[in-house]
T-cell receptor
Framework: DTGVSQNPRHKITKRGQNVTFRCDPI?????LYWYRQTLGQGPEFLTY????????KSRLLSDRFSAERPKGSFSTLEIQRTEQGDSAMYLC?????????FGPGTRLTVT | TQLLEQSPQFLSIQEGENLTVYCNSS?????LQWYRQEPGEGPVLLVT?????EVKKLKRLTFQFGDARKDSSLHITAAQPGDTGLYLC??????????FGDGTTLTVKP
């Protein structure tokens, strides 16, 4: 197994555009998490899936953000009408028990 | 208010020195994790501490969980340039949701 993968690794977009990120978790991991990290801060929890069910969603996740995990495997995070404040590293993690394994992240820059 | 307070925020030391970083909270946690993160990468789990007063060692790294399960420390002996990175503590606040501190950025100069 190659670990958690995220694509793309970098994304530059103009304000107002929509972007979508993909996360492929470790095989058979039933839990998948999305976090956002800005410079100088630790990761902030965004949302969490157990299999295909979205069980927790942070208040940080405005209506412009949506996440899916349609078949309980890979997940997508979409940001609509991006704003400059959305610029950050978006991290995905997966787990089977309590240990979370993180992917390398997608760095989003909104110009 | 940050649930997990990490200190110091930045630490720059010479190779061979010892150091301790701290993770404090007013809340009680069932477990606490320490991660190390390098620039442009995701955090990598170092250890999970579960029992109050627990001490775990990972080569030159020693992790301690406070007796009341509200705080933790990470001690590095004879630091090396390869130890450079962002050290994060994290705890689960309820099922699935976790919170991270803002980390300690460690620089070890050769």
């Amino acid at each position: 197994d190659t670990g958690v993968s995220q694509n793309p690794r970098h994304k530059i977009t103009k304000r107002g555009q929509n972007v979508t990120f993909r996360c492929d978790p470790i095989s058979e991991h039933n839990r998948l998490y999305w976090y956002r990290q800005t410079l100088g801060q630790g990761p902030e929890f965004l949302t969490y899936f157990q299999n295909e069910a979205q069980l927790e969603k942070s208040r940080l996740l405005s209506d412009r953000f949506s996440a899916e995990r349609p078949k309980g495997s890979f997940s997508t995070l979409e940001i609509q009408r991006t704003e400059q404040g959305d610029s950050a590293m978006y991290l995905c993690a997966s787990s089977y028990g309590t240990v979370r394994y993180f992917g390398p992240g997608t760095r989003l820059t909104v110009t | 208010t940050q649930l997990l307070e990490q200190s110091p925020q930045f630490l720059s030391i010479q190779e061979g020195e010892n150091l301790t970083v701290y993770c404090n909270s007013s809340s009680v946690f069932s477990s606490l994790q320490w991660y190390r993160q390098e620039p442009g990468e995701g955090p990598v789990l170092l250890v999970t501490v579960v029992t109050g007063g627990e001490v775990k060692k990972l080569k030159r790294l020693t992790f301690q969980f406070g007796d009341a399960r509200k705080d933790s420390s990470l001690h590095i002996t004879a630091a090396q340039p390869g130890d450079t990175g962002l050290y994060l503590c994290a705890a689960d606040t309820n099922a699935g949701k976790s919170t991270f501190g803002d980390g300690t950025t460690l620089t070890v100069k050769p």
